[in-house]
């Protein structure tokens, strides 16, 4: 999916900060995926790989939940269906790494990657061990 970068919040954003905390999100290199577009507050550089991630997402969210601001809504009140969603788009992001990483030492992203998963911008959800297995297991659906 081709995701249009949109420099500013995204329609979710004070929904994000109160579940998630201000700490979590306000002043952070943040992306938000909304369908075809990536919110990007901040304007980082988005590398190919977070890219990939995103567009499991705006996949996703259109596909399989009627409605981008249905999947958002199941996203910020079910911790189960938000580790599934995420897990899913960090594994695309893991192999996006393997992909175009070839012949680099990928063991600190791998760790930085399952670390981003189990932290607390999704709600602490896993075990970072947990999350390794998680990223390292199974194809990318």
Not at 35 to 56: C, K, Q, S, T
Not at 83 to 91: I, K, M, N, S
Not at 115 to 131: C, E, M, N
Request: net charge negative; charged share 25%.
């Amino acid at each position: 999916m081709k995701q249009t970068v949109v420099i500013a919040k995204p329609p979710v954003y004070d929904q994000c900060v109160r579940v998630f905390g201000a700490e979590n999100i306000e002043g952070k290199p943040i992306i938000w995926s909304w369908g075809d577009r990536i919110y990007n507050p901040l304007g980082i550089d988005i590398p190919r790989e977070l890219f990939a991630h995103e567009a499991v997402h705006g996949e996703r969210q259109g596909r399989d939940h009627g409605s981008i601001q249905q999947w958002w809504l199941e996203y910020l009140a079910d911790a189960a269906f938000r580790y599934e969603e995420e897990r899913l788009a960090h594994r695309a992001e893991w192999h996006a790494h393997v992909k175009y990483g070839a012949g680099n030492n990928l063991t600190p992203i791998f760790n930085g990657i399952a670390a981003r998963l189990a932290s607390p911008l999704y709600g602490k959800l896993i075990s970072v061990d947990d999350a390794k297995s998680a990223l390292a297991l199974g194809a990318i659906a």
